[in-house]
């Protein structure tokens, strides 16, 4: 028999991380998770395809947060009554005791539909991470004094390509965005502002994903809810609010290799800042695709002038420490790589100059 304990090191992991960002229930999800694989359960054959694999790669991998999420999904389509009751509803805290002694069972009754679930990595679309992004954008407008061409790669479902139609509270720093949107970002911000007084003309956007996500096709939309945690129910407003306003602005997300999309597509344009932006996405790139699209990104960037300058933007941990956020901005003409904030993974905190 394998060796389970990096499985169950990762599942203990993922509960302290869930704790750690505010879903106290998701978290003893995971501890119960855990404790199930140690004594052989049933959650043991739903997380088989990682039994081998060593923690990182399990985290890496987020088989974790897939098992909640096919939890969650569970929960949200109301198939399974006793499930829904013991999950967390605005004014009801959940119990996740019973919650797992459900999903225990669910897992026995449907296997196949679990192993379905699984199978598909997790994709979310954390529209709150735009908190920061929003920064990144106004200091390449700021500096550049020009209008934005905007291209997105690991889009997801491409709600983040609506960044400048979000309204935003960036705590005591100041407020930034449309007055009336219906997607409003809070964050607890820290340190000075960002240029909120920059001038930003979008000009162009479009964005690519290897499988993305379909929110005009109902299944589609409720396997990404489902992947938001729980008891967190701002987020799952938010999360709403900002799939209508992209339905109503027929946002297009293409299927297409991060890397050819992003040589073909996204070069440098006299008369605008070209900017390529991530979130949360390069950890999930082996090796030889982070190295090739970090080639096609600097080729255009040998590339940018002063007319056409170029922006490499991107959300993601630092190297060896997959809980943490940065936010990185690299601006040619010159390829100066900034570090801008330090970020929360769901955008909750903003540190912005990196302290």
């Keep these: 028999m394998a060796d389970l304990s990096p499985l169950i090191r990762a599942l203990r992991l993922q509960a302290q991380a869930c704790a750690a960002f505010g879903s106290a229930f998701s978290g003893e999800l995971m501890d119960k998770a855990a404790d199930d694989v140690e004594q052989g359960g049933p959650t043991l054959t739903v997380l088989a395809p990682w039994a081998d694999q060593s923690t990182r790669a399990i985290i890496t991998h987020a088989a974790p947060v897939r098992l909640l999420g096919a939890f969650h999904a569970c929960a949200l389509a109301g198939d399974a009554p006793a499930l829904t009751a013991a999950y967390p509803a ?21 296997p196949a539909w679990f192993a379905e679930f699984m199978n598909h990595e997790p994709q979310t679309n954390e529209v709150r991470r735009s908190a920061c992004l929003v920064g990144g954008f106004l200091t390449v407008a700021s500096e550049t004094g020009l209008p934005l061409r905007c291209f997105e790669v690991g889009a997801s479902a491409g709600l983040n390509q609506l960044w400048d139609q979000f309204r935003y509270r960036l705590g005591d720093a100041g407020a930034w965005g449309e007055a009336g949107s219906p997607v409003v970002i809070e964050t607890d911000w820290r340190g000075p502002p960002p240029p909120l007084d920059a001038r930003v003309q979008v000009i162009e956007r479009a964005a690519c994903d290897r499988r993305p996500v379909d929110i005009s ?3 589609a939309r409720a396997r990404l809810r489902a992947y938001v945690w729980a008891d967190q129910f701002d987020r799952l407003q938010r999360l709403d609010a900002a799939v209508a306003l992209a339905l109503a602005a027929k946002v297009n997300v293409e299927t297409d290799d991060a890397v050819a999309w992003t040589a073909e597509r996204a070069a440098p344009r006299a008369g605008a ?5 991530h979130s949360v996405f390069w950890q999930y ?9 970090l080639a096609a990104i600097n ?17 993601e941990p630092p190297p060896n420490d997959l809980a943490n956020m940065e936010l990185r901005l690299t601006l040619w003409p010159g390829g100066e790589e900034r570090l801008l904030a330090r970020v929360h993974p769901h955008g909750a905190e903003v540190k912005w100059g990196g302290g």
């Design 90 to 110: 605005p004014g009801r805290p959940g119990d996740a005791q019973e919650a797992y002694a459900q999903a225990r069972r669910l897992i026995e009754q449907r």
């Design 217 to 219: 096709d109902p299944a």
């Design 273 to 277: 800042a070209t900017v390529v932006y």
């Design 285 to 293: 790139m082996p090796q030889e695709s982070q190295a090739a699209l």
């Design 299 to 315: 080729a255009h960037g040998a590339a940018a002038s002063e007319f056409a300058p170029y922006a490499w933007l991107r959300m």
